[in-house]
């Protein structure tokens, strides 16, 4: 994937966000909910997801931004059926408090990154991660992904009304490429992906997320 990046409106222009020049918009070719973009490369197995998602509030996840990350990392290793992932990056000293802000005077939240890699079969329908049938002995691939999470929570101060949501932008990268290019996509990727694209990520219309209550 190409490490030239330049601004995508996406969600109607909602959303502005800098992307490899040569990806493709998955929506031209399938059908995408209307929670997300998807892009893939034209020149590898690496694919870029934003996904608008409702805020977690389970546990912890609801006042600490790296217990949040966390649980959309294991979201994407569930939806992989993934066989085993492990967060590479290592955890923050402390708690990142996520805490309400005014809507009235709402900007683009600061992203947390997160990196690690999971165990996957590719193609493979199976809840448990099993090989699809007449591949029993293909050897699951190792995957790279890559998190961003922009953590949405605002409150009208005149109606009590709140906008929760979690943004979150990944990339997967396949380590276990044919030939050895996976690493070398994958340390392309990773510094475009920390370096540029996530810097870039900036919301234009805060009326892309609804109010909750």
């Known amino acids: 994937m190409s490490t030239s990046l330049s601004p995508r409106p996406l969600f109607g222009g909602a959303i502005s966000l800098d992307l490899p020049a040569d990806c493709i918009d998955a929506s031209d070719l399938r059908q995408i909910p209307d929670n997300q973009e998807v892009f893939l490369s034209s020149t590898s197995d690496t694919a870029i997801v934003l996904e608008v998602l409702g805020m977690v509030e389970d546990g912890l996840a609801s006042t600490d931004l790296w217990e949040a990350i966390k649980f959309h990392f294991s979201s994407i290793a569930h939806d992989n059926a993934s066989l085993h992932s492990t967060i590479l990056t290592p955890p923050p ?3 990142i ?12 939240p600061q ?7 999971q165990r996957i079969h590719k193609f493979s329908h199976n ?3 099993a090989p699809r049938p007449g591949h029993e002995d293909d050897t699951p691939d190792e995957v790279w992904i890559g998190v961003a999470l922009w953590r949405i929570w605002l409150e ?3 109606t009590g009304k709140k906008k929760k949501a979690d943004l979150v932008l990944s990339v997967n990268v396949n380590l276990s490429a044919e030939g050895g290019k996976g690493l070398e996509e994958k340390e392309r990727v990773e510094k475009w992906f920390v370096g540029s694209c996530v810097r870039s990520l900036k919301v234009l ?3 892309l997320f609804g109010y909750t209550d």
Do not use: V
């Open 205 to 207: 219309d805060f009326g």
């Open 127 to 129: 809840p448990t991660g």
């Open 111 to 117: 992203p947390l990154i997160l990196g690690g890699t």
């Open 93 to 95: 000293s402390s708690s």
């Open 156 to 158: 009208n101060q005149q």
């Open 97 to 108: 408090l996520s805490q309400p802000s005014d809507e009235s005077s709402a900007t683009t």
